[in-house]
């Protein structure tokens, strides 16, 4: 209420009717400052608040500059000095006067200020030499490697030329490629150096030359006769490695445990064939008495041979050379059993096999230990012209799906195990 009659004692209209007296009461009544909200503490006689108003510092009144800000008297003295946007002050740098507002450009970009180099280089100078020292002698002045187009610090370059995948190095044979970058060096050394020592093509087969490329082709034509008969070599020393792998093969696969089964399908073509050819010997895979004991072979004649001859089939059983013969008591002396198997139906017919055992004749020769003379063929081998007849082959149930199944099986109780 006191604010609002504050307010109307300045409106013309009530001076239509002075009344002195009025006045004179009204203006003693004790008020705040209208800034009072504001913070300030004043307070005194109505008719002295225009005059405090006027130098109340939280009023708020124009800049002296006329830069347009309206602000407090308490605010005035740090505007005039650090904002006002048309204060004058002198740049520190070049001295040069600027309104505020032109200063607030010039800052930070006086020529005559002293500055460090943006590459950190270490070097102050002048902001008008700046430039000149990025793009020119810093030492740190950023720049491209002129082989891989990476980007490095000048002072950094000369090691990064070091390692440059791309930086061009020459070849260390010194042939007529003048320089190569670097990750090309080793395809130019294993493919292209002329001057690279070359292997000769010929090594496996036993050639020791080695000469610069270029002089390869010479090789290759005057060493042609040399190539072949090492080729030659090499195929011979190769067969006989394969040779002896299928014997150590066969080794492996035959039978050690002194009994032999062996199958003969196709038994009538074969009987056939015997009976046009006249003594053809089938021999079966060769089989041991045990791990390391003799080497033993069955033979059969389908057709029969010697006193057997068209009307039987004769049966052997040969000593073959073995591995460990020179271990081995001689002559061989184990009996021996030699089987026909009976393939008739075991449920319905009581099987019979045709079962023969006979006891070595130590002064039979083959009963020696034999020879490793591969042309020594006398020996037949022990056993019987006349095993089987073919008519008793024929009757009874021992070839089955034309099939017929010899079996040999050799007494090893008395074999002593070197
Ligand atoms: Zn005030
Ligand atoms: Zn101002
Ligand atoms: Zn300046
Ligand atoms: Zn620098
Ligand atoms: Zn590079
Ligand atoms: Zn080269
Ligand atoms: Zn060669």
Redesign the pocket.
């Known amino acids: 209420v006191l604010a609002l009659m504050v307010d109307l004692a300045f409106v013309p209209l009530l001076t239509i009717y002075p009344d002195p007296d009025l006045d004179n009461e009204i203006m003693s009544l004790t008020t705040h400052?209208?800034?009072?909200s504001s913070g300030?503490k004043?307070t005194g006689k109505l008719h002295n608040l225009k005059a405090?108003?006027d130098k109340?510092?939280?009023?708020e009144r124009e800049c002296p500059n006329r830069c347009g800000a309206r602000l407090r008297s308490m605010k005035l003295a740090d505007h005039l000095e650090y904002e006002c946007l048309k204060r004058r002050v002198t740049c520190d740098f070049c001295g040069k006067d600027f309104s505020g507002e032109m200063m607030e450009e010039h800052d930070g970009s006086c020529p005559q200020e002293s500055v460090h180099c943006e590459n950190k280089c270490g070097a102050k100078m002048l902001r008008k030499y700046l430039s000149r020292h990025v793009t020119g002698d810093c030492p740190k002045r950023p720049t491209k490697c002129t082989h891989c187009s990476k980007d490095f610090n000048i002072d950094i370059l000369q090691t990064h030329h070091g390692t440059c995948s791309r930086y061009p190095i020459g070849c260390p044979n010194r042939c007529d490629v003048l320089k190569i970058p670097r990750e090309e060096l080793e395809v130019h050394l294993k493919e292209h150096c002329k001057s690279a020592l070359t292997i000769c093509p010929f090594k496996e087969a036993g050639c020791k030359h080695k000469c610069p490329r270029y002089h390869l082709d010479r090789h290759l034509t005057e060493a042609n006769t040399t190539h072949i008969k090492a080729m030659f070599d090499l195929v011979k020393t190769q067969r006989n490695h394969i040779t002896e792998l299928q014997k150590q093969l066969s080794d492996l696969t035959v039978n050690t445990n002194g009994t032999l089964l062996w199958k003969i399908p196709g038994y009538s073509q074969k009987l056939q064939a015997a009976q046009k050819e006249k003594a053809i010997e089938m021999r079966s895979p060769p089989f041991y008495t045990h791990r390391y004991g003799y080497k033993l072979q069955l033979s059969a004649f389908l057709n029969g041979n010697g006193s057997g001859l068209n009307s039987h089939m004769s049966l052997y059983i040969r000593v073959l050379p073995g591995e460990y013969d020179s271990l081995l008591e001689w002559p061989f002396s184990h009996d021996i059993t030699f089987n026909i198997l009976d393939q008739g139906d075991p449920l319905s017919s009581k099987r019979s096999h045709i079962s023969v055992r006979f006891t070595p004749d130590p002064t039979w020769k083959n009963f020696q230990q034999p020879t490793t003379d591969p042309n020594d063929d006398s020996t037949l081998g022990f056993g019987y012209p006349k095993f089987v007849s073919h008519k008793e082959l024929k009757d009874n149930c021992y070839l089955k799906g034309n099939s017929l199944f010899i079996k040999a099986v050799v007494d090893t109780s008395r074999i002593v195990i070197p």
């Open positions: 400052c209208s800034n009072y300030c004043w405090h108003i109340c510092s939280y009023s």
